[in-house]
C-alpha cells in the first residue's frame, strides 16, 4: 500500500514537472506566418485594430524572439520594436495590433511540432485567448485550433 502511494506521488510529480517546464516555441528567426485558411500572412497594420491577414510581401515578415520562458515575442522586422499585442480596443472578439514591445500583453506561446503541420498560437498562454481571423481581421478567439504555417525564411 505504501508504494503505491509513493509511485503515485511520484508519477504525480513527473507530470507537474512536465507540464510546468517551458518549451521553446519556435526557433528565433525570421518568419511568414501564413492563414491555412488561403495562405494569407499576418500583417500589423497600422491603429489599434491593424492586425489582419493579406498578401505575403516584405512588410509580412515577422522575428520570433524567444523569452526564455516558454513564451516569444512576435516581432515586426522592420526594426522598429513593435510587437504583435492585444489591442487596448475593448471589443469581441478582441483585435490585435502592433504595439511597443513590453506595452501591451504581448508574450505568446507556439505550439510548433516542428513538422511543418498547422500550429496554434496562444497570447499568454490562452489566457486573452488563441490567434486567428474573422472577416480579414487578426483575433483572438476562446478555442484553440492549428491555424498558422511558421515558414522561416533564410
Not at 497594420?45 to 515577422?62: A, K, R, S
Not at 485567448?129 to 476562446?142: E, F, M, N, Q, W
Request: proline share 8%.
Amino acid at each position: 500500500m505504501r508504494i503505491r502511494s509513493i509511485l503515485s506521488l511520484a508519477v504525480s510529480a513527473v507530470a507537474t514537472l512536465a507540464l510546468a517546464t517551458p518549451a521553446q516555441a519556435a526557433d528565433d528567426g525570421s518568419y511568414l506566418i501564413r492563414d491555412v485558411n488561403g495562405g494569407a500572412c499576418l500583417a500589423g497594420g497600422d491603429g489599434p485594430l491593424g492586425g489582419h491577414v493579406e498578401p505575403c510581401n516584405p512588410g509580412t515578415v515577422w522575428e520570433i524572439h524567444n523569452q526564455g520562458n516558454g513564451l516569444a515575442r512576435i516581432v515586426e522586422a522592420r526594426g522598429e520594436g513593435r510587437c504583435l499585442a492585444l489591442s487596448p480596443v475593448r471589443i469581441y472578439p478582441p483585435a490585435v495590433w502592433v504595439a511597443p514591445c513590453g506595452s501591451q500583453p504581448d508574450q505568446w506561446a507556439i505550439q510548433d511540432t516542428g513538422d511543418g503541420e498547422p500550429v496554434v498560437i496562444a497570447l499568454n498562454r490562452g489566457e486573452y485567448g488563441y490567434l486567428s481571423t474573422r472577416d480579414g481581421r487578426a483575433v483572438l478567439l476562446p478555442e484553440a485550433r492549428p491555424q498558422w504555417i511558421l515558414q522561416r525564411l533564410g
